[in-house]
C-alpha cells in the first residue's frame, strides 16, 4: 500500500511535471509570484532538497542531497548518528542556512516571506526536548497555541486528546517533574497541536515503550491518509520505519538510497531494512563512493543497479523527479514582505506571557532580581563614600601652655574622624613610617605669639610665618584619607579662627573665597556623588547579564529554534523581551529609588521623572548590550565572562569617550 503510493508519486507526476516546467520556460512564462500556483512536481511534493550541502566550519555535513518527501506521505530518514539528519531537517525548518543548493517545503523555500514555514503549517519537534521546565503541560501546550492563533476551545479540545492519545499524566504536571520519556510525548504533542500539514519529527519514539510507538505509528498513518498531511521522521529503529511510505538512507551526508522500504528491501534481496541498509553501506564503502554534485536520479527504476556505476550521489531508488529539472524562482510582492517583517502582536502576547509566567514560577529567582539592585545600592550607600572614622593623627605640639592656640586650635578638629596621638618628633614620624598614623600634625614651641603677630601686624618676617603656621606632614598612599584629613584641618582653622576673632576672622581669610555652589551643596559626601552612578551601572549590568543569559540558555535548550519554526520571528522575540525586561526594570527602580531617596536620604536636587526616564533608558541599553552578548556567543559560562570582562572597559571607555566626544563638539 505504502509502495503503491510512492510509486504513484514517483512514475505519475514526475515525467509530466518536468515537461511542463520546460515548456513553461520556453514560453518564457516562468513566473513563479507567491499568488501563483505552483508548477504540479511543486506540489506533488511536500518537500525537495537538490544539491544540498550545508558545513560546520570545515566539517562538511550535507553534501549535494537530494530528497523528495511525496505529498501525503511518511518519510522515514534513516542514517547512523552524525550522518547529518537533524542537519537536514533543520534546513529543511529553516532554522540551519544551507550552503548551497534549493530547499522548498510546502512549494515554497522555508522562511519565504508570506509562506508558513515556520509557522502554522509545520509541527516540529527536534532532537532536544526543547521545553519550558517550569511550565506545565496545559502552559506549554497553550503556549504553543497561542502562537498558532488557536483558540482557547480549539487548544483546550486538542490538549485534551492528546494527553489521552499520548499517555500524558495530569496537564498539570510540570514539566521539569516528567520522566524522560513523557517530556518526549510532551514535545511530541506540541508538534501535532494544531493539525500541521507537515511534521518534521526528529526521533519522537526515542524512549517511548514499544505499545506506545505502534500508536504513534498507526496515528501517523492515519493522518496522512487524508493526503493533506505529509510527515518526515529520523528513527534509530530501522525496523519501524517500514511503516513508512518512503525511507531514505542516509550516510556522510548523502542518500544512499530512497524508495518504499519494500522495494529497497527486494533490491538488495534482504528480508528486514536493517539489512538492506547493512549491505547498502558495505557496498558503498567497497566501492569508495565519493559524492559529487550531479542532480537526483530519474524516477523509481528497480532495474537500476547501485553498482552498475550509478552516478555518485543518486539513491539506488528514487522518487524525485527526472534529472534535468529546473526550479522555480520566488518572489514576493512589497506588501507580503512587509507583513513578514512586520512583527504580530499575537505573537509578541504569546511570548510576554510565556516569559511572566515563567517568572511567577520560579518567585526565588524573581525575588533575587528585584532585590539584587537593591542589595548593592544600599550596600554602596552604607559601605562607600563615608568619613571614614577613628583615623589615627600623631600630634608633635612643642607649646606647653595649655592656654596656648595649638590646644585650642586641636579642639576644632573633628574627633569622630580623627583620634590624636601627642607624641615627640621621632615617634610620630617613626609611627608614620610604620603604618600607625595618617600623619603628623606639628606645632612650633612659638607658634600662639608668631601665629598672633601674623595677625596683627601688616609686614612679618618669613620665621614668623613659618613659625605661626600648622605644619602636617601626610601619609598619601590613601587619597581619600589624606583629602579628609586636609579638609578637616582646614575645617578646624576656620573654626579656631573665627572663634578667635568673631568678626575680624576675615583678616586671616585666604583671597580665594567659594561661594555657594550652583549645583550640588558645600557639605556634598562622597556617597551622594556615588550613588547615582552606581544605580545607573547596576540597572545597565542586570539588563545585560539577564537579557545575555536568557537567550543564550533559550538558545542551548533549543527553544528559541522551537519558537522560530512556530512562526515567531527574531522582532517578535526581542519585542517580548524588551516588554517583559521593562517590567522587571520598573520594579528595580521603583525598590532602589525607594530605599535611596527614603532610607538613605540622597538628596535629588532635579527632576525625579527625568532620573527615572534616564535610568529605564540605561536599562533599555544594558537590554541590547545583553543582545548583542548572545548573538555572539553560544554557551552561558562565556556569555557571563564576556559580560562580566566588559564591565571595566565599558566603565571606563564610555566616559572617555563620551568626554572625548562631547569635548571635540565643543570645540567645533
Ligand atoms: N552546531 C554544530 N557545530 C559543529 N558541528 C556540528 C554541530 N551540530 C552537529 N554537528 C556535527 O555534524 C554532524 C552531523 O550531526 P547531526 O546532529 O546532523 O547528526 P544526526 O544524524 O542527527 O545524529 P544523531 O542520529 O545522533 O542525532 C556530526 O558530526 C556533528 O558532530
Not at 589624606?482 to 568673631?502: C, T
Not at 573665597?513 to 556634598?524: A, C, L, R, V
Amino acid at each position: 500500500m505504502a509502495s503503491d503510493a510512492a510509486d504513484a508519486a514517483g512514475d505519475a507526476g514526475d515525467a509530466d511535471s518536468t515537461e511542463m516546467q520546460q515548456q513553461q520556460m520556453k514560453e518564457g512564462n516562468m513566473k513563479a509570484d507567491l499568488e501563483a500556483p505552483l508548477p504540479p512536481a511543486q506540489s506533488d511534493s511536500a518537500i525537495r532538497c537538490r544539491d544540498v550541502c550545508r558545513s560546520y566550519g570545515k566539517l562538511k555535513v550535507l553534501s549535494n542531497l537530494n530528497l523528495t518527501v511525496p505529498q501525503g506521505h511518511i518519510y522515514g530518514l534513516l542514517g547512523p548518528s552524525g550522518c547529518g539528519k537533524t542537519t537536514l531537517l533543520k534546513c529543511i525548518v529553516g532554522t540551519l542556512k544551507i550552503s548551497r543548493g534549493h530547499i522548498t517545503v510546502l512549494g515554497k523555500p522555508p522562511a519565504f516571506p508570506g509562506h508558513e514555514v515556520p509557522g502554522k503549517m509545520v509541527g516540529y519537534m527536534p532532537q532536544d526536548l526543547a521545553l519550558y521546565n517550569e511550565f506545565n503541560i496545559s502552559d506549554t501546550l497553550t503556549f504553543f497555541g497561542r502562537i498558532h492563533g488557536l483558540t482557547q476551545k480549539e487548544t483546550q479540545a486538542r490538549m485534551n486528546f492528546l494527553i489521552d492519545f499520548l499517555h500524558l499524566p495530569q496537564k498539570h504536571s510540570l514539566i521539569r517533574n516528567l520522566s524522560g520519556g513523557q517530556r518526549r510525548r510532551v514535545s511530541l504533542g506540541a508538534a501535532l497541536l494544531q493539525n500541521p500539514e507537515l511534521l518534521i519529527l526528529d526521533e519522537p519514539t526515542v524512549g517511548v515503550d514499544p505499545v506506545l510507538r505502534a500508536k504513534i505509528w498507526q496515528h501517523l498513518v492515519e493522518i496522512v491518509k487524508t493526503g493533506k498531511v505529509s510527515v518526515i521522521i529520523t528513527t534509530h529503529y530501522i525496523e519501524e520505519a517500514r511503516q513508512a511510505n518512503v525511507v531514505g538512507l542516509m550516510r556522510n551526508g548523502h542518500l544512499l538510497a530512497e524508495g518504499p522500504p519494500d522495494a529497497v528491501m527486494k533490491q538488495h534481496s534482504a528480508t528486514t531494512l536493517e539489512h538492506a541498509f547493512l549491505q547498502l553501506c558495505e557496498t558503498t564503502d567497497q566501492n569508495s563512493i565519493k559524492p559529487t554534485s550531479s542532480p537526483q536520479s530519474g524516477p523509481l527504476d528497480s532495474s537500476q543497479s547501485f553498482e552498475g556505476g550509478r552516478e555518485e550521489n543518486q539513491p539506488i531508488l528514487g522518487v524525485g523527479p527526472p534529472a534535468g529539472e529546473e526550479l522555480p524562482r520566488f518572489s514576493a510582492n512589497w506588501k507580503v514582505q512587509a507583513r513578514h517583517i512586520l512583527p504580530r502582536g499575537r505573537n509578541v502576547a504569546a511570548l510576554f506571557i510565556k516569559t511572566m509566567l515563567r517568572m511567577r514560577r520560579m518567585p526565588g529567582s524573581l525575588c533575587f532580581q528585584f532585590l539584587l539592585p537593591v542589595i548593592q545600592t544600599s550596600l554602596i550607600c552604607l559601605c562607600v563614600g563615608g568619613d571614614p572614622r577613628g583615623i589615627q593623627v600623631a600630634v608633635v605640639n612643642n607649646e606647653t601652655s595649655p592656654s596656648a592656640y595649638s590646644h585650642s586650635l586641636l579642639s576644632f578638629l573633628d574627633n569622630s574622624s580623627i583620634y590624636q596621638v601627642p607624641l615627640s618628633h621621632k615617634d610620630a614620624f617613626e609611627g608614620v613610617y610604620n603604618g600607625d598614623y595618617w600623619g603628623v600634625i606639628g606645632f612650633g614651641e612659638n607658634f600662639t605669639s608668631y601665629l598672633t603677630k601674623r595677625m596683627m601686624q601688616r609686614h612679618v618676617s618669613k620665621e614668623v610665618i613659618d613659625g605661626g603656621s600648622v605644619h602636617v606632614w601626610l601619609d598619601l598612599t590613601n587619597r581619600q584619607i589624606a583629602l579628609m584629613l586636609q579638609k578637616k584641618i582646614h575645617d578646624a582653622f576656620q573654626a579656631f579662627v573665627d572663634n578667635k576673632m568673631g568678626s575680624m576672622s576675615y583678616l586671616v581669610a585666604l583671597p580665594i573665597k567659594f561661594e555657594d555652589p550652583i549645583y550640588g551643596s558645600q557639605n556634598t559626601d562622597f556617597t551622594t556623588f556615588v550613588t547615582p552612578g552606581a544605580v545607573l551601572s547596576i540597572t545597565f549590568y542586570l539588563a545585560v547579564g539577564l537579557t545575555a543569559l536568557s537567550f543564550v540558555l533559550e538558545r542551548k535548550e533549543g527553544l528559541l529554534d522551537r519558537c522560530w519554526v512556530a512562526g515567531v520571528s527574531s522582532v517578535e522575540t526581542m519585542l517580548a523581551h524588551l516588554f517583559s525586561q521593562l517590567i522587571v526594570i520598573s520594579v528595580q527602580i521603583s525598590l532602589m529609588l525607594l530605599f535611596i531617596l527614603l532610607v538613605f536620604k540622597t538628596p535629588n536636587e532635579g527632576s525625579l521623572l527625568l532620573a527615572i526616564i534616564l535610568i529605564v533608558l540605561q536599562g533599555m541599553a544594558g537590554i541590547s548590550f545583553g543582545l548583542v552578548i548572545s548573538a555572539a556567543i553560544d554557551d552561558e559560562q562565556s556569555a557571563n565572562q564576556a559580560a562580566l570582562g566588559i564591565f571595566y572597559p565599558n566603565l571606563i571607555l564610555s566616559g572617555k569617550a563620551g568626554n572625548r566626544f562631547l569635548s571635540a563638539k565643543l570645540q567645533h
